[in-house]
Structure formats: C-alpha cells, structure tokens
C-alpha cells in the first residue's frame, strides 16, 4: 500500500498532510495524484462522493502553483456554496506550509464587492459556483484570462442543476491551452458532451465503475401505502436511536411539511431547501453538522456538496425523479471506508423502479417489513438502559439524593428499575398501541419470514459500535463464528452497545450453540433470542455429523481480534482489517 510520500508530493504539503492526521492515500488519490504532476494534461476523474476527491486534484495543484506570483492561475468550479466552502477550507488546509499562498471563495448569498476586494488583492486559486463567478465576470470583476488550471468538481451536478450554459460562458472567458480536470461521481451524456468539447484527448480514471454505488452502503425499502409515508418515516426513525440521517423528498415544499411535522412531534429536525434564506441555511447546516439535529430534511438542489462527517442513514422519503440521483444520495453515507444505510420509503406503484436501481448502483436491494411497535418498543428499552449506564453523574444531584431517597423509600431494585425505564418505555408503547402495525408485504426481506408458523427468529448481542463493529464486520463476524451463508444472516442492525439480527428458525439453535462461550477483547459475548419463533419450539439441532456444530473451539470463540490493540473487533481472523486507517480528504 503507497504513502503520500511515495506520490512525488513536496515537503510543505506532505508536512500539511501529517498534520491533518492523514496516513493512506484513497484510491482516487493514489491513481490521480502522480498523474497529475506529471505534467499539462486534461483529466476526467470518476468516483464517488466521499472518497476524497478534493484532495485527489487539490494536492496536485498546489504543486503547480507559482506564489511568486499575483495572478489566478486556477480557477475550481462547484455546484453549491457549501461544497465551495469546503473545497476553500480544505486548499488552505494543505497549503498551510506553504508561504503566501491565497485561495478565494466566490459564491452567492455573500457581499459580492468583499469577494472583489479579496480577489484584488491577489487570489492563486478561485473557489467558485458558476453563476457568482459569471456575474463577476460580466462585471470585471473576475480575470480568468492567465488561468492555467481548470477543476469542475462534482460536473455531474452542475449540469443536473441547469449550468452547462455558464460553464460554457465561463470557459469561453479561460486560455484554450489551459489544462482541465473533470472529476464526477457519474458519467451521464452531458458530463461526456463537456469532455469533448472543451478537453483535448483527456486521460480517463475510474474508480469502483461507473455511476455505481459505494460498497459499504446497505440498500433496503418498505413498502407503504402513499398515505403512510410519514408514518414509515417515524417507525424507522424510533427504530434507529442513534439514526443521523439526511431526509430527502423531491419539493421544497414536501421537505417543509415533513421537518415541521416531525418538529411537531418531538424531534430533532430541521429542513433544508431553496426557499430558505442563507442566513436560514447556514443556522440548519451548523446545527446539522454540530449533531443538534438528527434528521435533516432536504431537497436534492439544496443538499448538493453537504459534507458531514458519520451520516449513518439516508432515508428516501421519495424518490427521485432522475435514477442517477439516487447514487448521488446514497453517497451521503458509507463515506471513507465507514458503513452506511440507504433506506427507500416506497408505494408498491413504483417497485418496478428498484431493477433499474440495481442496475445503475451495481447494488442489490432489500425488501424489508417496517418495524412493528413492539419491535421498536425493544429496541428503545435496551437504548434507554445503555444511556442510563452511561449517564455520568452529575455533581450536584448528590444534594438531593438524601430527599429523593426518602421519596422512593419502600421500593426494591427491580421495582425502581422497571418503574425508572417505564417513564420513556410508556411514551412508545402507548403511541404504537394506538397506531396499528403496517401490513407486511408477503415477500418482505426476500424470505418466507412472514408466512404463519414460520417467522423469522430475532436475536439480541450484546456488542455494537462501541466495539468497533458495524453491520458489515458484525455479519462477516457472526458468518465466520456460524458457518452460516451469507443470506442466511439478515436485518443485522447495530446500536451504539448492542444489535439485532435475524435468521431462518431452523439455524437459531445453531447461533445459540455457535456463540457459546465467545468473547470480544476479553468481554463475553451474550446472545439471547428476543422472541423464540413457533417453529424453533421443539426443533432438534439442525447440523449433521454427531450434532457437533461448525464453530471454533468450545470456550474460546474469537478470543482475542488480529486487529490493532484497542481498536475494537475490526475484522475476523484471517480477514483484512476493513477499517483501515485514516483517509485523507472527504469530497
């Protein structure tokens, strides 16, 4: 595996490098990087968002940059002011060592005469949207005529957005020998249409195919009636305590509707969309990436460039009109290396459209049941007893201990427990008794879990994120501990110390027995069916061979991980690591 040092970047940016924490390359990275300072060339660069991006081509030009010099010499196009922002941080990030370096971002919503006077006062390398940058252009405001360097970062966007005709008016303003790099996580007929026309025989990089998802993204959608939606939204919603999710709908208007109804109903939400001023936008985006908020409710247009670290779901509150944005989407979550869910609230009138999904995502799909109440009502009990455990205790409460215990005289522990977890335990069970279960599809999960007398069984483990497991390295770590096949795992769901996964009734005995006795970094792993199925009642063991299950030495489960010390489970023995180490760059 390279270095950044093995790439040919010089000492002030590898010094910049080390100091953001940054260790191993991106793919992206690796391959566009040393082609980049081999000298002039155009470049079109495929992959997706969160694979760092913005360093791939960043880096590279800052090497090529004179700052002897006053004058633009690059000038980087992107859709959206926030991915502007970002791209303007990130520059003077890597070029922190590097004396007298000036990056400029020109972007609507701000003081144009401010932008102007920065720009006066010299800018190396404009960040810009297109339309800004056009309007002080026609001003004379803006000089692009000794620019050397061209980026349209996220080109697919931009012309999704309407921009092509600015993008032709502002390259028509640049020198033709100018060398240009097109980085885009798709490649539909307009990105290609832009290559021809103002590229001159560009090198071409792909990097995981073409207008295909991200791999550590899981795909599921429920099936409801187009009444029910915001119903499904809050059953997935409860059923995700930890849920850090981007809500996305197709009008400004539906995106307003839901983020009020949901504030309504006691959550933490906030919508995202064109009709916001940008003073409005900024207040949701900072409240956003300071985690004050747990669902952003946002339209495509206005959630182009959002770049928030740990995005762990994005929910499709419908879906999009165009299928390539779906990729787009989805690519808000399982960003470097990290696992993500992508989950579509769907009527059956558009299932037809999930093939078309998986053919453009190179992903496959799962159907799944909406989560019933008592489901959810399980889930929230385990996570309101982990918050509790975890609850520091605050200084001042030992004041009033003396009284409260006086309050609560009479009362055992089981009783105070139980009446304590009551409190919000009640809030959910009340409002689900009210609001009936959804009716199931009958090939929900692509199983014959919702036939009668052969229900799927749903265990309980006691490990989760705080191990360092997430629901690909649980599965893996539940396959290689079981036997078991890869389908014979499903619904695998992991909380912050503990998680959920189903299988077929007839393996459950083979989990139990499997699991006996294994241990993670020394702490013992308990496994519990949380509901035994009618047709697990009675079942003999299920393997063959003397009835002596195929999993590792009774007593000694995993034992100790092969991973880094204090680093969690990580991956199985005789796997590597998928965690990996840090990644530099996030666009």
């Known amino acids: 595996m390279s270095t950044f040092t093995d790439l040919g970047l010089s000492a002030p940016v590898l010094k910049a490098i080390e100091a953001l924490g940054f260790e191993t390359p991106t793919e992206i990275q690796q391959r566009a990087i040393p082609e980049l300072l081999t000298g002039d060339k155009d470049l079109v660069a495929l992959a997706q968002t969160g694979t760092g991006k913005t360093a791939a081509f960043g880096l590279p030009l800052l090497e090529c940059i004179d700052t002897d010099s006053r004058t633009t010499q690059a000038i980087i196009l992107a859709p959206t002011r926030e991915l502007c922002l970002q791209i303007t941080n990130e520059m003077q990030a890597y070029a922190k060592f590097i004396p007298g370096f000036s990056v400029v971002a020109v972007y609507g919503g701000a003081s144009i005469q401010e932008q102007a006077r920065a720009l006066k006062r010299g800018a190396h390398i404009i960040a810009a949207t297109p339309g800004r940058i056009k309007d002080m252009i026609s001003r004379g405001l803006a000089d692009l005529s ?81 009444r029910e939606r915001y119903a499904a939204l809050r059953r997935l919603a409860d059923a995700n305590p930890g849920l850090f999710s981007v809500v996305f709908c197709r009008t400004k208007r539906d995106a307003q509707k839901v983020a009020e109804k949901l504030i309504e109903d006691g959550y933490n939400a906030g919508a995202l969309h064109g ?102 009502c399980e889930i929230q009990l385990y996570h309101l007893a982990d918050s509790i455990r975890n609850t520091e205790i605050h200084p001042e409460v030992k004041t009033y201990l ?82 078991l096949g890869k389908e014979d795992i499903f619904k695998v769901e992991t909380k912050d110390s503990f998680s959920f996964f189903s299988t077929e009734p007839e393996v459950a005995p083979l989990i139990l027995e499997s699991l006996k006795g294994a241990n993670l970094e020394g702490r013992e792993i308990k496994v519990e069916l949380t509901d035994a199925p009618p047709a697990y009642k009675g079942k003999k063991k299920p393997w063959k061979k003397g009835g002596k299950p195929p999993y590792a030495k009774k007593g000694k489960g995993y034992g100790k991980p092969p991973g880094k010390k204090g680093k969690g489970y990580g991956k199985p023995a005789g796997k590597k690591n998928k965690k990996g180490k840090k990644q530099a760059g996030k666009g």
């Not at 997430?470 to 893996?476: G, S, V």
Request: hydrophobic share 40%; charged share 25%.
């Open 402 to 483: 003396p009284a409260v215990n006086d309050l609560l005289d009479g009362l055992d522990r089981d009783d105070l427990i139980a009446k304590m977890v009551s409190v919000e335990f009640s809030r959910f069970a009340e409002f689900y008794a009210k609001n009936q279960d959804p009716k199931a599809s009958p090939k929900a999960g692509g199983t014959s879990e919702q036939l009668p007398g052969n229900a799927p069984a749903r265990f309980f483990i006691n490990v989760g994120e705080r191990d360092g497991l997430d629901w690909m390295i649980l599965k893996d770590m539940l396959k290689e501990a079981t036997g």
């Open 146 to 226: 000794k620019v050397t360097y061209c980026v349209l970062d996220e080109a697919d966007e931009m012309l999704n957005m309407g921009f092509y005709e600015d993008l032709t008016d502002i390259l028509s303003h640049t020198p033709s020998d100018k060398s240009t790099w097109l980085f885009s996580a798709t490649m539909p007929d307009a990105v290609a249409r832009i290559a021809r026309e103002f590229m001159h025989q560009p090198t071409e990089l792909t990097v995981g195919g073409r207008n295909v998802a991200t791999a550590t993204v899981r795909h599921e959608y429920y099936l409801v009636g187009g």
């Open 275 to 376: 009709d916001l001023s940008q003073q409005q936008r900024d207040l949701v985006m900072s409240a956003f990436r300071k985690r004050q908020l747990q669902l952003l409710v946002a339209t495509d247009v206005a959630a182009r460039g959002i770049d928030v670290d740990d995005i762990t779901h994005v929910i499709h509150y419908q879906l999009p009109d165009d299928i390539e944005t779906y990729t787009h989407r989805s690519g808000r979550t399982g960003r470097a290396g990290k696992s993500g869910v992508s989950l579509i609230i769907m009527t059956r009138s558009e299932r037809g459209r999930i093939r078309a999904l998986e053919r453009i995502t190179g992903r496959p799909f799962e159907e799944l049941p909406l989560p019933t109440g008592m489901e959810i």
